[in-house]
């Protein structure tokens, strides 16, 4: 009798030691932030426009418009790669597909661009096809206020057994600067980052995956099962949340 007791009692510690990621993630309420999701997206890369209007947000694998405040979603293309960043020049869109380079100041750029698009993301054609040049790039995951700060991800490793060419690749901060300062922005979401946009109200887009991080040690925990894109916006102009 005794052992079936003991039994029971290991049965019942070991299923309380489980940690379930529940197939919907608790729904999302901050006064300062709003979720928005691609279903099945799996990472959520480039954003471009804002949300009140159109919105473009390039995936794992494919660039998404919505025109309804993230309800409804329209694919416009698929890359089976992803979209570092859209460039745009004047009244053209330019999609950017590597993020490998740096600049003279040690920065990540996006570059390489073999698409363009000249009405928002709804249709895209390839360069070549007019002899326009794809080499174009920009500062990747990086953005502007003024010329005096500027909001970036900072990218988080930790050596693993001590070697720095092999790293542990922790949860991503997002990292204000400003007149040579610097200071991490708190955030009420625990994602992985990828990527920053900033609309013309100053909101912030922040895109994220569906990838899970400790608040204390910044390790993986797991991963949402649902598999959105995630795009976390500001929901008002992020100096408010900075100053």
Known sequence: ??????????????????????????????????????????????????????????TLTEIYQTTDKGKTWKKTKVNNQPIYGFLSVKDTIFGLQANSLK????????????????????????CAKYDISEERSQEYAVVFLDYQTKIKIKENLEPINGNPDHNYILKSDIEVLKNGFSEILKVPFNNQLTNLHLDKLGRLYVSATRSIHDKNTGKALAAEKNEPAIIYISKKNVRELID
């Not at 100041?105 to 709804?122: I, M, P, R, V």
């Open 103 to 126: 600049d003279k100041a040690n920065e990540k750029l996006a570059t390489f661009s073999q698409y363009f698009s000249l009405d928002k993301g709804f249709t895209w054609d390839r």
């Open 1 to 58: 009798m005794k052992l079936f007791r003991t039994i029971a009692v290991m049965m019942v510690l070991s299923s309380c030691a489980k940690k379930e990621v529940p197939d919907v993630p608790p729904i999302f309420n901050d006064p300062n932030w709003t979720r928005v999701e691609i279903a099945g997206g799996r990472e959520a890369h480039a954003v471009y426009g804002d949300i009140d209007d159109t919105l473009m947000v390039s």
